[in-house]
C-alpha cells in the first residue's frame, strides 16, 4: 500500500505536482494516467525518495522509503530503461543490485529468466534494444520478489508479444496480493490491465476512480445521422420523443438508441439519410476529454493563427460529469 | 507467458513483520528471506560495479604501464649513464616519481567515474532506490575505491622501488623511513588524490568537468607559479610551488624542488584533511539534492 498525501513538488515557478492525495491499494493493478508533462515520473520519483517533496508525505505501508530497511525486498521499481551503466553485463547489473539488499545470487539467474534475457546474460547492457533495456528493468524490480511494484511508461519500446507478456505478468502480480502501480499515457493499454485509475494533469489529481466505473461512464455509445433535410428530421424525432444533439459537423447525434428506429421513422416520412451509423466513444477520447484543459504540450496544427478548437459542445456534457467523486 | 514464481503460501516468510495477522496492510509475502541492509553489502555490490566495467581495467592497466614502464626505464636510463659517485647521498626510491605523476591522472579518472559516471548513465538513480542511504552510497564507494587504488598503486610503487634498489649501486641504502615513505606513504598520498577526485566526481556530477578540476588541481598550481615573474608576487610564488602536488610527491623522497614547503609526512595529513572536508560537503549536497 502507497498512501501519497498532500504531495506537491515545485521546480522554481512550476508546480511539477500539486497536492496529491491518493492510495494505492494491493491486490490490484492500479494505473496512473496523464499526458506527458503531468508529473507521473515526478511523484513516481518522490515515491522512491529519490526527490524530495516541496510539501507533503509518501508513506510505504506506512513508513518513508528511506525508513525501509529492504527496499528492494520491499519495492521493486521500473523508472526508466536506460538507467543502467551502459558498459555492465546484464548479470552484472542485476548482482549489484542483488548484494545491496542480501538478495541470494540465484535469484539473478531466475528474474533473468523470467524476462526472457539468459541468453544475453553476459552481454553488455548498451547493445541492447529499448525493448531488451525495459526487459533488463522489469528483471530488477523483480529481483527481490517484492510486495509493491512500480512500472514507469512499462510497455515502450516492447513488441506486441512483450506487451502481451508485461500485460500478464501485472495482473498475476497483483493477483498474487502485491500492489502494483503502473504509469502510462496510454488509456487503451491501462484498459486492459488495470482494475484501479488515478489520472492527474498538471501534477493534479483529475480522478481516482475504478476501472470499472471509469468504463461505465465513459463508454458512450450513440447513433450519428446525416440528413439534407436536418430541420425536418429533428422535427420528426422530437415528436417521437427521442432526445437529439447536434454535434459540431452538421450531423445528428442519437444517445442510446436503436439505428432500425429512426431508419424506420425516417422512412415513414420520407427523409433522405446520408449516414445512419452506430457509434461507439473510446476511452482514449473520454481521457483526452479530462486532461484537455491539461495538456502541457499541445500539437499545433499548420495554421498557428486559429483559436485553439473548443471541444464542441454535444461533446462536452458526457465527459465532464464523471470525476465528481 | 510466465509468471515470475509460482504463488507461494503466505507461511513460507513469518518473518515479514507486516504480514503478521492483524496488520494494517495485508499483502503478497515474499519466500525470499529478509535481510536488514547494512554497510556490508553495499560495499559489496560496489565491488561488484568496480571490477565489472571495462574503464576500471583501462585506467588502471596503463597506470601500472605507467608507472612501472617509467619507473624502470629511469632506473635503467639513470643506471647506464651515471657517472662515478654521481648519486652519492642520493634516494634511490626517488627516481619512481616520474611514472607516478603521469600515472595519477589515471587514479584520478578512475576516481571520477566511480561517482560521476553514474549521473551520466542514470545507473544513479537504480543505485538510490536500492540503496536509500545516499551517505551509505557514498563511504562504500570511498572504501571500495580507495582499497582498489592503494593496492593498486602500492604494488607498482613497490615493484619500482625494489628495481631501483637493486639498479642503482651508486645511491645511498636507503632507511626504514625512506623505504616506509617511499612506497607506503605516497601510495597512500595518490589513493587520497583519487579518492578526492571520487568525491569531486559526486558533488560536479559530471565525467569530464570533474577530471578537468582534479587535473587543474594536480598541474596549475605549478605553471601558474612559472609564469610569476614580479617580484611583488614572490610569496605568492614560492606558496604555490611548495604546495603544488608535484611537490608534495617530491616530499615523500626528501627532495622538494624548494627548502620551505611541506615536508615528511606534511602532504599526508594535507590530503587528508582537504578529502575530508570535501567528502562532508558531498554527503551534505547528497542529502540536499535530488537524484
Known sequence: MIELEGLTKRYGEKLAVNNLTCTVRPGMVTGFLGPNGAGKSTTMRMMLGLDRPTAGDVRIDGKHYDHLKDPLTYIGALLDAKAMHGGRSAFNHLLCLAQSNGIPKRRVAEVLDTVGLTAV??????????????RLGIAGALLGDPRILMFDEPVNGLDPEGIHWIRNLMKSLAAQGRTVFVSSHLMSEMALTADHLVVIGQGRLLADTSMSDFIERNSRSYIRIRSPQRERLLDVLHEAGVTVVESGSGALEVDGGKPEQIGELAAQHQIVLHELSPQQASLEEAFMQLTAESVEYHAHADT?????????????HWGDGWNRS | MSTPQPPMPQTAAPDWQAAAPGSPYPTYTSPIPVVRTHLGHAISSEWTKIRSVRSTMWTLGVFVLLVVGIGLATAALVAANQAEDSLTGQNPLSFGVFGLLLGSMC????????????????????????????????????????AVAFTVTFASVLLVALADVAMLKGAK???????LKGTF???????????LSLVVGSIIRHSAGAVTIMIGLVLAPLVIALFMFSSALEKVRQALFDYSIPNQLGAFYSNSLSDTGPTGWDPVWIALGVTAVAFAGAVALLQKRDV
Open chain 1, 121 to 134: 546474460a553476459k552481454k553488455k547492457a548498451k547493445g541492447f534494444s529499448l525493448g531488451m533495456g525495459q
Open chain 2, 107 to 146: 587514479i584520478i579518472t578512475l576516481g571520477v567515474l566511480t561517482t560521476a559516471s553514474e549521473y551520466g548513465t542514470g545507473m544513479i538513480r537504480t543505485t538510490m532506490t536500492a540503496c536509500p542511504s545516499r551517505a551509505r552510497v557514498l563511504t562504500a564507494k570511498a572504501i571500495v575505491f580507495f
Open chain 2, 185 to 195: 606513504g605516497i601510495s597512500f598520498y595518490i589513493a587520497l588524490l583519487g579518492l
Open chain 2, 173 to 179: 641504502d636507503p632507511s626504514g623511513g625512506d623505504w
Open chain 1, 304 to 316: 498557428p493563427h486559429e483559436p485553439p478548437q473548443e471541444p464542441s459542445p454535444a461533446r462536452q
